[in-house]
């Protein structure tokens, strides 16, 4: 039977951050699972284009549950770098404010970690003359509110978790790739975890570390027996979940949008995600920034935008449908069940409007396609509010983990992945993801 050091369940971004750190001390032994394909090494060739290529989000492929085209809030990648494979690829940290988690957390403690993921993932500023022209406009027009992003793009390739981190460790003989491998459950005995059991197969380890993201790390912790009700353990897994809570809005792009669009196209290639606009609402919490505005460039019919509250105070699950781990989840985002939520998205609606009423933007929109002219901010946020692709919270550090990750009363059994963000920062949430991994890799 198949024994090691260190097994890490879910090969994402935290797992391949993890896998990548870990293994650089040859003496342990490091076995990352994960239930997507692994295509090898970047310089292999083996990588599907729609995961290499970072203009736009790959959500045609590799994904666990279809996404659904009139609500995407589930959707969750299946591949070696997770969700970081097929993502727009802005790397943000969040406020200082986002970091005060509980003993030993606080911005200052973390920031040279989410300075290392940075570098790490190759980050770097986007050029001024690559801004698209819809972009660029509400750059101008958003003045000191605007953020042109960082992101995570090497030579036109998304720099997801798999390339950054696994690819330098490809080549050590104690790191094990086990891809397309599904993890059913974590093996306990008697407060130990010694293991999980994996497509019918017992894998036994010393250190069990869980980083199948917010949404399958629960799983694995509720078909364990530690959960809410749990045979084994009662703790709060699967509560908390939190994401980021957005509406859109949509256009009829002008002439001179698209004349404009093609010769920048023609020159630098298009990249969806490039500028975001961070205000504060009238009920902000100090020391952060609540409201995003985020330009999308999907130029078609229609060129369109969308707001966000990005510290939402709503909260919902992730639960089980069945014990077999196949079986979709049932996740309840509870999105906008705190009224207050409802009025930030509101005032971040109008702020994308008011945007998109500017000297600067104006030129390049015509009438408002979606929702209309006609119909009120608040009608539109009721009907059509939606996630942002970041679920924190459900494996939460101060409620199921202890402040180094460790599940509650397992000495030898973490989480390390979004689920155990216990707070959402205002920033996208991959940047985050990967520090908690660098930070834990020295626990380990
Ligand atoms: C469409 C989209 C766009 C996004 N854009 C951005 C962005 O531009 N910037 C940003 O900062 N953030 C973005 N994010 C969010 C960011 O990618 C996530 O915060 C980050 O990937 C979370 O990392 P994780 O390790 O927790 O989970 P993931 O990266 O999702 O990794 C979890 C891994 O575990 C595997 N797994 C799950 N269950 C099992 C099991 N039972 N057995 C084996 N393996 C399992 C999964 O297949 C997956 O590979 C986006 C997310 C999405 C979905």
Request: proline share 6%; with cysteine; charged share 25%.
């Amino acid at each position: 039977m198949a024994r090691y050091d260190v097994l890490i369940l879910g090969g994402g971004a935290s797992g391949c951050a993890l896998a990548g750190r870990l293994s650089e001390n040859h003496d342990r032994s490091v076995c990352l699972v994960e239930a997507g394909p692994d295509y090898g090494h970047l310089s292999e060739g083996r990588w599907p284009a729609d995961i290499l290529d970072p203009r736009w989000l790959a959500l045609e492929s590799h994904l666990w549950e279809r996404a659904d085209e009139e609500d995407r809030s589930q959707a969750r990648a299946r591949v070696l770098g997770g969700c970081s494979a097929h993502n727009a690829c802005v790397i943000l940290e969040g406020a200082p404010a986002d970091y005060e988690w509980g003993a030993g957390w606080s911005y200052e403690s973390f920031a040279p970690y989410l300075k290392r993921a940075a570098e790490t993932l190759q980050t770097h500023v986007l050029p001024d003359d690559e801004l698209t022209p819809w972009h660029r406009a509400f750059r101008q027009a958003g003045g000191d509110d605007s953020i042109v992003h960082p992101v995570n793009i090497v030579d036109g390739v998304r720099w997801h978790s798999g390339f950054a981190y696994v690819d330098p460790a490809r080549g050590r003989g104690n790191l094990t790739i086990l891809a397309d491998t599904l993890v059913d459950r974590v093996l306990l005995e008697d407060g130990r975890a010694v293991g999980a059991l994996a497509d019918g197969r017992e894998l036994q380890a010393a250190v069990v570390v869980v980083s199948a993201s917010a949404y399958g790390s629960p799983a694995i912790l509720l078909r364990s027996g530690i959960g809410p009700e749990g045979d084994v353990a009662q703790l709060p897994v699967g509560e908390g979940l939190v994401d980021h809570v957005g509406v859109g809005a949509a256009w009829e792009p002008t002439e001179r949008l698209v004349a404009e669009t093609s010769a920048h196209e023609a020159e630098h290639g298009l990249y969806m995600g490039q500028v975001t606009v961070a205000a504060r609402s009238r009920s902000c919490p100090p020391g952060t920034r609540d409201v995003f505005v985020f330009p999308a460039l999907d130029i078609g019919p229609e060129i369109s935008g969308a707001a966000f509250a990005m510290k939402p105070r709503s909260r919902g699950s992730v639960r089980l449908t069945a014990p077999e781990p196949e079986a979709p989840l049932a996740i309840d985002h509870g999105f906008l069940c705190d009224e207050r939520d409802t009025e930030v998205l509101v005032e971040a609606f109008e702020r994308l409007r008011d945007l998109a009423e500017s000297d600067e933007v104006r030129p390049y929109r015509g009438a408002e396609l979606r929702p209309g002219a006609e119909i009120g901010a608040e009608e539109h946020v009721r009907a059509t509010a939606r996630g942002f692709f970041h679920p924190v919270g459900t494996c939460a550090i101060g409620s199921v983990l202890d402040e180094r990750c460790r599940v509650l009363g397992f000495e030898n059994l973490y989480v390390v992945d979004a689920s155990a963000i216990p707070e959402i920062p205002s920033a996208n949430t991959n940047l985050t993801t990967v520090a908690l991994a660098e930070r834990a890799s020295e626990w380990l």
